[in-house]
């Protein structure tokens, strides 16, 4: 099927890292908006928003390593986002970009992190906008806003913790809407905040169709142990970059310059939350995953108190960010809010150039 809406064109790009897919806008000048999308998606993600962006702008859309066209390269998890990171720096320097605003959703938030966090001089966003990102203290696994693991080994996160259902239908295209694990099924419940049913649907079920499966894509390696929740993270594969034995952003205190950030979040996240469920201990705090240690062994991930932490400091050391929670919205507040999402951003945007 025709997965890119009129006015988007397609291009990849040669980098030092591998050959990139990148989306642009056809026609479209002007200061550069370079969009990264979540796990198991694609740019195709981001086409309505890019297409709707205000004149003066030039949106642009990557696709990581293992995702959508971008060549498949192994994913090494011991670096944590490092190797998106990478890639995304090698897309800015290969295009040639200006100073460029850069926004990230979900794990492609935290690919924006890491990004800055590993450039804190050499970097060149002119703003940041975060929509719904993993928490700086990764996913799964941690306790309290400083994200102290709960274990160690960093158990009960990482590559372990996938529905095998899903990945088995990933890896064999499965376009229907017969269980609760297709990715169809997955993206109305979870991605955006339901009944809401996106126009277009299809395209972003082609878009989380072009994940790459496996140990060294998604979801990764892991190891049964025989404690609670009964496995540890990998190090090789998608889930386990995220794993917070490998992911820590610990501050942004060193960035100079500093860019403005925007951190967007829908209210109804079932993803990114408090209250996420995709958090075991969450889930073993309502009964649904049995043998819970409670909650003073392994309490519920804190999410958001951790993203909030690493802002607040951020603005201690002279940065500046907004935290904008668009109401009855869910992981994907672009998809399901989208004149809430675009009004938030552009407004940031406009802010950044005034600076």
Not at 51 to 68: E, Q, S, T
Not at 174 to 182: C, I, N, V, Y
Request: charged residues 15%; aromatic residues 8%.
């Amino acid at each position: 099927m025709q997965t890119l809406l009129p006015g988007i064109a397609v291009e990849r790009v040669p980098t030092s890292q591998l050959t990139a897919a990148v989306l642009s806008v056809t026609g479209r000048t002007g200061d550069p908006v370079l969009f990264v999308h979540g796990n198991v998606s694609s740019s195709l993600f981001w086409q309505p928003t890019m297409l709707a962006l205000p004149d003066g702008y030039r949106p642009l859309a990557v696709d990581l390593r293992g995702f959508g066209e971008t060549d498949p390269e192994p994913v090494d998890a011991t670096h944590g986002l490092g190797d998106y990171a990478d890639d995304l720096a090698a897309v800015i320097e290969a295009l040639g970009l200006p100073p460029v605003h850069l926004v990230g959703w979900s794990m492609g938030g935290g690919v924006v992190l890491q990004y800055l966090a590993e450039r804190p001089a050499a970097h060149r966003a002119a703003s940041v906008t975060l929509v719904a990102p993993v928490s700086p203290c990764g996913f799964g696994g941690t306790r309290g806003t400083e994200g102290t693991l709960c274990d160690p080994s960093g158990a009960g996160s990482g590559g372990g913790s996938v529905n095998p259902d899903f990945v088995a239908r990933l890896a064999a295209g499965d376009r229907s809407a017969d269980s609760p694990t297709s990715p169809r099924q997955v993206l109305l419940a979870h991605y955006v905040k339901p009944p809401f049913v996106p126009p277009e649907l299809d395209i972003f079920v082609e878009s989380m169709l072009s994940t790459r499966t496996g140990d060294d894509h998604y979801p990764g390696t892991s190891s049964q142990v025989p404690d609670w929740p009964g496995f540890v993270p990998g190090d090789r594969g998608v889930l386990n970059t995220m794993a917070p034995v490998h992911f820590r952003i610990t501050s942004l205190a060193a960035l100079s310059p500093k860019p403005p950030i925007l951190w967007l979040r829908g209210t109804d996240d079932v993803i990114v939350s408090d209250t996420s469920l995709y958090d075991l201990a969450y889930l073993g705090s309502i009964g649904a995953v049995p043998g819970w240690p409670g909650p003073d062994a392994w309490p519920p991930q804190p999410m958001l108190g951790q993203t909030r932490a690493l802002l607040d400091v951020y603005a201690a050391a002279g940065g500046q960010y907004r935290e904008t929670a668009i109401q009855d919205s869910g992981h994907g507040p672009h998809l399901d809010q989208p004149a809430g999402f675009r009004a938030a951003l552009a407004e940031h945007l406009a802010g950044a150039r005034q600076r």
